[in-house]
């Protein structure tokens, strides 16, 4: 194994979170950096991008799942299998990451997901917590996020319409977030039709309807770094693909134009870490670096003072688990923290046949209009039978015909295929708008992250396994929340709602969304914990777990903006803190 | 290696019908025009049999009438067999190490251990003189093997092949975007998105190449090994 020079930081994984870190630590401290990205550098095909076969439907923008896979089981007695082909959720391969191909939707957590446990114990007595539940409350609260939340917005290029400033409320806003200290940097994005005719139905319901937090561009913008970017074109090919001409906040746009000048920091694509190496020493477990395979099938080893484990949630799992740092978490004794509080963002729809035709090909990621009448806490639960909420929505996020034509009103009972199906599905396809529901799962005592006995991957290593499936709690969310939804699809006129079928177990086929979260939860002390609320490992302080495998819990809000914000904070305790005096913070 | 195939059609048999010359530009004749003439179509992965018999299942599947063309029109056995012969057809990006399930519940996606190509080849045996039969006496044999893996492959790249962008070798003159009013890749709809409300607005499709302005290379050109 060849070793390489000594480096002050070694980040793995070239994603948003990893090179956010990269160009926090080189702007304000001057440390030597590597970036070790297992993907490949992929800039300049990306007008190539246009193209649904490729990349909506092969997925050439996602992880190879015959190079990295995942398995999955529902519970502990059921027999694991391997997630054959992504589906449930798409993590991203090369620089960039998950963030090239996301969907840019950028909502902030509601304040209350960060003290789940008290506030519904608060409200309505311990009673009404899900049976087997694991909630706790998280070590860091919404006002201590609140800044870094604006600054994250402010570096990708957020845009809205705030609907309460400083506790403000403002109509045509969402009236229901968390106070902001400053307004969206843009204005919404156009609405188009669909979302329109959302926001018209969700109205005369007595809803509150806001243009929803998207990380595309509604005019030109300039950014805290000076990264310009164009106002977005409304092409339609947004999500599962990268963005054409850069109006779409990805991380090869916003933070690799300023990391790549930094001289202090080297980015290695095809770099897959194998192991985070450590050594016991009377002061407690030190990381030392980490062992790489190279392009060329080398085996590496890169010394560093500093590890930031900045991968997808499965992969941070996943390296922490194959190098034997943590204590894998046991839910028969309840001992152990690593590989605990898996959760996955509950999303599902409802199909609104139409009337008339709603050039739905013009779109724009996270596009459209939402409520959060529903959302988190809003609803009184007391005589419901489950917890939390989500958003409901209707996003114009530009629609492609392989992923949609087909689909037919169920009150037909038509076949999948044949003249009639033919023939109802033309003169649908451009009348059938989704009405979408983005919700919280409580973690459950079950779902859980641990390495699978059976399979592995092509270096002979275990692959990480999943213990997931839906519980009651979401299962009677989904049907009360399924029933508002039919009901606002009837108020927008439509002829008839196909409605959600409802949760049995969890499926890897039918795509959720790409927020898998938890695993590595921060916590407020070792025995709750992987990390601390600076994500800092609770036993290896020269190690930092960063990205949402460290949300205790899933919010209904899609994880980025909170994993960027939680990045940059991290990064300023490192900066401010940690290169001073190497120690675990309190 | 074996044997060249060609796709062997009588341009009178079908009427309307599509030339797929070597430089993989297609383009239509018409039956009036050159009715004794028979195309020869170079296949990727098919027997011609078989191409045959994929051809006559996808126009069942998405059949040519008075609601628009068909998998016929659109060329979607070309779609399928290049398809085949590339890197998805023999499973370059899916996990296909063992244990296999071929009785895993649904939830867990398909879990056998046929790759596409597979797939295709050991379940057309059973669908030995499809092409001949008549259109209702197809539809049974469809209807029995409906729940077969072998089918929702049929129908998934059916539908594939009627939409997705002509240079993966369907959609021939953007048949399918046509019917449905689909544009294509167009660059910009910034003038237009917050019109046209409650209208069809229908801009005339465009395939990549023509945005582009240069050669794309599909994926299925990536690694086109042989069967």
Redesign the interface.
């Known amino acids: 194994m060849k070793t390489l020079p000594s480096a002050d930081v070694v980040i793995i994984g070239g994603g948003w979170t990893g090179l956010l870190m990269a160009k926090e630590l080189s702007a304000r401290s001057p440390v030597s950096i590597v970036v070790l990205e297992r993907g490949r550098s992929r800039i300049p095909e990306y007008?190539?991008g246009?193209?649904?076969?490729?990349y909506f439907?092969?997925?050439?923008m996602m992880q190879?799942?015959?190079r990295e896979?995942v398995t999955?089981r529902?519970h502990d007695k059921e027999r694991s299998?391997?997630?054959?082909?992504y589906?449930a959720f798409l993590p991203g391969s090369g620089v960039g990451g998950t963030g090239e191909h996301w969907g840019a939707v950028f909502p902030r957590l509601m304040p209350d997901c960060f003290a789940l446990q008290s506030k519904t114990v608060e409200r309505y007595g311990a009673g009404k917590l899900p049976e087997d539940h694991t909630m706790q409350d998280w070590p860091v609260t919404y006002d201590e996020v609140e800044p870094y939340y604006a600054r994250s917005e402010r570096e990708v290029g957020v845009c809205g319409k705030a609907g309460n400033l400083n506790g403000k409320k403002i109509d045509g806003g969402n009236i229901f977030e968390g106070w902001r200290s400053s307004e969206y940097p843009m204005p919404p994005t156009?609405?188009?039709?669909f979302s329109?005719l959302f926001r018209g139905g969700a109205k005369s319901l007595g809803y509150h309807p806001y243009n929803n937090a998207t990380a595309v561009t509604s005019e030109e913008y300039t950014n805290p770094d000076g990264i310009s970017r164009p106002?977005?074109?409304?092409?339609?090919?947004c999500e599962r693909t990268p963005c054409?001409?850069n109006a779409k906040a990805q991380p090869t746009n916003v933070l690799l134009p300023i990391v790549r000048q930094r001289k202090t920091v080297t980015l290695r694509t095809n770099a897959t870490v194998k192991r985070i190496l450590h050594d016991s020493t009377p002061n407690g477990a030190k990381a030392r670096g980490v062992t790489y395979i190279d392009e060329s099938g080398e085996e590496i080893f890169q010394p560093a003072d500093l590890v930031v484990l900045a991968s997808y949630t499965l992969g941070n799992n996943h390296l922490l688990l194959l190098s034997g740092l943590g204590t894998p978490y046991d839910p028969a004794t309840g001992k152990g923290t690593l590989g605990k509080n898996l959760t996955h963002q509950v999303s599902f729809g409802v199909q609104a046949f139409l009337e008339?035709?709603l050039?739905k090909?013009?779109?724009a990621g996270g596009t459209g209009v939402r409520i959060s009448d529903f959302d988190a806490d809003v609803l009184d639960h007391t005589h419901l039978p489950f917890i939390r909420g989500g958003m409901i929505g209707a996003m114009s996020v530009g629609t492609?015909?392989?992923s949609t034509?087909?689909t037919t009103p169920r009150s037909m009972k038509l076949p999948?295929?044949?003249?009639a199906w033919?023939?109802t599905s033309?003169e649908y396809?451009?009348r059938t708008g989704v009405i979408a529901f983005s919700g919280e799962q409580v973690p459950h005592k079950g779902n859980r992250f641990d390495l699978d006995p059976?399979?592995?991957n092509p270096l002979g290593d275990p692959l990480l396994r999943m213990t997931m499936n839906w519980q009651d709690n979401e299962r009677k969310m989904a049907e009360f929340m399924n029933a508002k939804m039919v009901e606002i699809g009837h108020a927008m006129g439509a002829k008839e709602v196909n409605p959600f079928p409802g949760y049995?177990?969890?499926?890897?086929?039918r795509y959720q969304s790409t927020h898998v979260q938890g695993g590595t939860m921060m916590a407020k002390s070792p025995d709750l914990g992987v990390v601390n609320s600076y994500q800092q490992h609770w036993e290896i302080h020269n190690l930092f777990v960063i990205g949402a495998s460290t949300f205790p819990n899933s919010g209904s809000s899609n994880p980025t903006p909170t994993i960027l914000a939680l990045t940059y904070r991290t990064a300023d305790a490192i900066v401010d803190r940690y290169l001073k005096k190497p120690a675990l913070l309190a | 290696m074996r044997r060249r195939q060609f796709l062997i059609l009588s341009a009178a048999s079908i009427g309307g019908v599509l030339v797929y010359s070597l430089d993989r530009k297609a383009s239509r004749i018409f039956a009036q025009e050159k009715s004794t003439q028979t195309l020869k179509i170079p296949l990727r992965f098919f027997t011609e049999e078989e191409a045959m018999i994929v051809a006559a299942a996808a126009a069942r599947i998405f059949p040519s009438d008075d609601s628009g063309p068909g998998a016929k029109e659109a060329g979607v056995v070309i779609f399928i067999d290049r398809q085949l012969a590339g890197p998805w057809g023999r499973d370059r990006y899916r996990y296909a190490q063992g244990p296999f399930d071929e009785n895993a519940a649904r939830e867990f996606g398909y879990q056998g251990k046929a790759t596409p190509r597979e797939t295709y080849r050991e379940g057309l045996k059973g669908l030995k003189g499809f092409d001949s039969l008549s259109p209702a006496e197809q539809d049974k044999n469809l209807q029995q093997i409906e729940d077969t893996h072998l089918f929702a492959l049929l129908r998934q790249n059916t539908i594939e092949g009627m939409f997705s962008d002509p240079v993966h070798g369907g959609n021939v003159d953007m048949v399918g975007w046509q019917m449905v009013g689909f544009p294509g890749p167009r660059m910009s709809n910034y003038d237009e998105v917050d019109k046209h409300f409650g209208e069809a607005f229908r801009p005339k499709p465009v395939s990549l190449e023509q945005v582009l302005h240069r050669k794309v290379r599909p994926s299925e050109d990536e690694d086109a090994g042989t069967a």
């Not at chain 1, 156009?190 to 039709?193: D, E, K, S, V």
């Not at chain 1, 999948?416 to 003249?419: L, V």
Request: aromatic share 14%; glycine share 10%; proline share 8%.
């Open positions: 007008s190539s246009m193209d649904e076969l490729d439907v092969r997925m050439h190879d799942p015959s896979a999955i529902h299998l391997p997630i054959r082909q589906g156009i609405t188009p039709y329109e106002a977005c074109a409304f092409c339609g090919f054409m001409i008339k035709p050039n090909f013009m779109g492609q015909p392989l034509f087909g999948r295929w044949g003249a033919k023939k033309i396809f451009d059976i399979y592995k049995g177990d969890y499926d890897v086929v």
